[in-house]
């Protein structure tokens, strides 16, 4: 494309005169920006047609990762890396007097997901495309993705997030590749030569219309494609109703705003239910059109439908796509008129699901009634499913109503979407081996006995490409001094680093990256904040969605511990920190809401304090997003990773910041005990409960908070100060709803249980950082574990363990 830097700037200026019409120096950041965004794409375009043409030949199988949410960031910056023309870009335009740093800024920050389980559907695409892999996404194109969060007064504001509003250079329009998505009306059935044949009539057709973006792989010449999903109206009046008619303008107007209304938000939940009609449509809508656009391909190839499941793999990213199962049965038995057996046969050997969660508050269980109405063909499939798997049940267990009935798929009036998803697929995978345990041993122990071989482990992971060598190009630079650059391709090889963990200059070397990290990230929490950071204290970061179990709560009551602490005594000796939060909550979230306000009025009143001055200092960044985590994480010192053992299937937050050198304050849950199992006790920051003993707490009972609050007098100050007037309590009542959730609710994520573990973690903490040789060993050995936690790996082994797919060659 341009291999030198003047090659660039020439053809650069060019497109930039054809682009705009003007001459580059009358262009502003954008200009540059969409310039050079189109340039890239474009030239990838190239070689997005050529691996098409490789799958074609190649005749593979190809994978479909349907998921809701991919939280892809902005793109600009990792696509000239994968392309390979990074530097070349940043020093040619550098020559024409732009900073590439603030080009990157221009683009939109594509927030197409609510953190962790849309995160890895991006970091996954990342290494489907890297590693040659053929392997697409097929997604939403939310006119607005996860909102912007401002802070005013303390309290969490959500303003849209018209991402839109700007042009997305990254995607393509395809019209020509469209479908019809229907719903409502309802299903006819009668016999058509000797078999029973089902009919949707009334249904309201809603147009679903593909926009593809290129997954640029590392190599530049493999491109996948994101295939994002946007919802239209059907514009020809009389045809939208199906068979029903009519051509009332003002009904069309009605159904235009209903059809939009599909594509044009993402549901900003995580980790919580909403039972809502508009989320089964967009779930629906989803499985429809990305199951016939794939079945269209496929029947292009002319092949016998008993290849399918050998050409095609479609896996769900938690429940939510779990609608494919019968959505791929209606078109197996309805338009390509298959039995139910052979149809059966065929999806089950297709589908694969991904459970993220056994949070109950996040299983999706849809009302009957809703499917029924909605999905009126899908609910008669469900409801055969269930019958005939229910039946299997019994000839299995005979006689034991209760294992039937909490196996069932449909039980009282609602779908339980996990065990359709388990029942209708041939893999189910936890997301880290704990995860995968509890899966096993306790939540889906009865699935688990029922399907032997089904269940199996693949631990998250994170692409190192965004998380290290785009977020941190002195360190990438560093290792490959240390070691060459053959681990940035075989990650799992940044484990050479460790013979350099003990070595003096290595380590003066880690430690000054560090130092021009935190001095940047200092600056810019500056530049909003107005206040000074000092970049030789602490940064101890704690950023991820607010939720209950991610216990916020425990940090922040802990700083208030600490400053009382210091307040008893000004001279105090202990390591200046700085308290780095960022977290968005979800909008109907009021105990969440509640405490990013606690964190705030604890920031102002310690921040203002003379007495605590030089030694903590508190900072919530607001609008937690990639692009702000990429900006915090290779800064960061301490990383809080401190759920609810049991709660956190993965994180993956925990394996960024390992990856960048910080040390991990934790609870063993999720991927930690992992990290744990590599570094050991030595290297990370171990606390509280075990998940063991809190499920068995949940089971058995025998916890009670208040006790704790009686004897704990340093946590009994602490509480007492969300409730009494004084300079964090000044608004009546502001905090007796989290003061109640720890007492009268008795504290379900052992926040009080937790407390004396976690202070005593800090004091080590304190004690370990003065010892910086010593901590910087640890800092080298975190970092060579890391690349266990590449992504890349983790898809190795879907595809050879889940999918059975191979590298496609050139
Ligand atoms: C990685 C990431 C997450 C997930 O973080 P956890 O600590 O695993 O919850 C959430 N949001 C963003 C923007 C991320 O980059």
């Avoid at 009358?26 to 969409?34: G, K, L, T």
């Avoid at 549901?267 to 269209?296: H, M, N, T, V, W």
């Avoid at 130092?515 to 940064?539: T, W």
Wanted: glycine letters at 6%; a negative charge.
């Amino acid at each position: 494309m341009f291999n030198d830097k003047e090659t660039f700037k020439q053809v650069f200026r060019e497109k930039l005169i054809g682009n705009l019409g003007k001459p580059l120096e009358e262009a502003s950041n954008a200009d540059i920006y969409n310039t050079l965004g189109n340039m890239i794409r474009e030239n990838a375009g190239k070689h997005w047609v050529e691996t098409n043409q490789r799958f074609k030949a190649d005749k593979g199988k190809q994978v479909y990762y349907f998921s809701m949410e991919f939280l892809i960031g902005r793109l600009l910056g990792n696509n000239l890396l994968n392309m390979g023309v990074l530097e070349v870009v940043r020093e040619g335009l550098a020559d024409l007097g732009f900073c590439l740093k603030d080009i990157e800024e221009e683009e939109a920050d594509a927030g197409l997901g609510n953190g962790g389980l849309g995160r890895l559907a991006a970091c996954f695409l990342d290494s489907l495309a890297s590693l040659q892999y053929a392997g697409h996404g097929t997604g939403i194109r939310y006119k607005y993705g996860l909102f912007e969060q401002k802070i005013v007064d303390g309290y969490q504001v959500e303003l849209p997030d018209y991402w839109l509003q700007k042009e997305n250079v990254w995607e393509v329009r395809r019209e020509d590749k469209q479908v019809e998505v229907k719903f409502w009306g309802h299903v006819d059935s009668y016999e058509k030569d000797g078999r029973l044949v089902f009919e949707h009539k009334d249904y309201e057709a809603v147009r679903a219309v593909p926009y593809d973006i290129p997954v640029i792989g590392a190599d530049r010449r493999h491109v996948n494609t994101l295939r994002n999903w946007s919802a239209e109206s059907i514009t020809q009046p009389g045809r939208m109703f199906g068979s029903r008619g009519g051509s009332d303008y003002h009904k069309f107007l009605e159904y235009k705003r209903s059809v939009e209304s599909i594509s044009e938000f993402l549901y900003p939940d995580d980790s919580q239910y909403e039972g809502k009609l508009l989320r089964l449509k967009q779930q629906y809508f989803l499985c429809s059109a990305g199951l016939q656009s794939i079945i269209r391909t496929f029947d292009k190839l002319g092949l016998p439908y008993d290849t399918l499941p050998d050409k095609v793999g479609l896996h769900i990213n938690d429940t939510h796509p779990t609608l494919v199962i019968p959505e791929l049965m209606r078109i197996l038995m309805d338009l390509k008129g298959m039995s139910w057996d052979e149809a059966w046969d065929i999806t089950t050997r297709m589908v694969s699901y991904t459970n993220h969660t056994i949070l109950s508050e996040a299983l999706e269980k849809w009302p009957v009634t809703m499917v029924k109405e909605l999905l009126p063909r899908i609910q008669l499939i469900i409801e055969e499913i269930n019958a005939r798997f229910c039946r299997e049940l019994m000839d299995r267990y005979p006689g034991n109503q209760e294992r039937i009935s909490q196996m069932a798929i449909i039980y009282g009036d609602q779908v339980r979407m996990a065990h359709l998803a388990i029942v209708g697929s041939y893999s189910v995978n936890g997301v880290a081996a704990l995860h995968t345990e509890i899966l096993q041993k306790r939540e889906m122990k009865l699935f688990d006995e029922y399907y032997p071989h089904r269940f199996n482990n693949k631990t998250n992971g994170i692409t190192h490409r965004r998380w290290l060598l785009h977020a941190n190009p002195p360190l990438t630079n560093l290792i490959n001094e240390a070691i060459g650059t053959r681990w940035i391709t075989h990650p799992q090889e940044m484990i050479g680093l460790i013979k350099y963990c003990e070595d003096s200059s290595f380590q003066e070397k880690v430690s000054g990256i560090k130092r021009q990290n935190k001095l940047r990230l200092a600056e810019f929490i500056s530049s909003k904040h107005g206040e000074k950071v000092d970049p030789d204290s602490i940064f101890d970061v704690h950023v991820k969605r607010l939720h209950g179990y991610k216990r916020q709560l425990l940090n922040i009551l802990h700083i208030i511990h600490l400053y009382n602490q210091i307040k008893a005594n000004p001279s105090m000796d202990m390591v200046p920190r700085t308290f780095i939060f960022g977290a968005k909550a979800a909008p109907s979230y009021h105990l969440a809401k509640r405490t990013i306000k606690l964190i705030n009025t604890v920031a102002d009143v310690v921040n203002k304090d003379p007495d605590v001055k030089g030694k903590v200092r508190i900072f919530f960044l607001e609008n937690y997003s990639v692009s702000l985590a990429e900006k915090i994480i290779p800064a960061a010192d301490v990383s809080e990773q401190i759920s609810t053992a049991s709660k956190e299937a993965s994180g993956t937050g925990n394996m960024k910041f390992m990856m960048n050198g910080a040390l991990t304050i934790g609870t063993m849950d999720g991927a930690n005990v992992e990290m744990h199992e590599m570094i050991g006790d030595d290297n990370m920051f171990l606390f509280g409960l075990r998940a063991e003993q809190v499920l068995d707490y949940y089971q058995y009972g025998g916890y009670y908070a208040r006790n704790i609050y009686n004897e704990d007098s340093r946590l009994k100050e602490v509480l007492d100060q969300l409730v009494t007037p004084g300079p964090i309590c000044c608004h009546t009542q502001e905090f007796d709803q989290i003061f109640h959730s720890l007492l009268d609710n008795n504290d379900e994520y052992f926040v009080l249980k937790d407390f004396a573990s976690y202070v005593e973690t800090h004091v080590e903490i304190d004690r370990a950082y003065r010892n910086q040789k010593d901590w910087l060993k640890k800092s080298i050995i975190n970092i060579g574990h890391s690349g266990k936690f590449s992504s890349d790996n983790t898809i190795s082994r879907y595809a050879s363990e889940i999918w059975n797919i191979s590298p496609v060659k050139f």
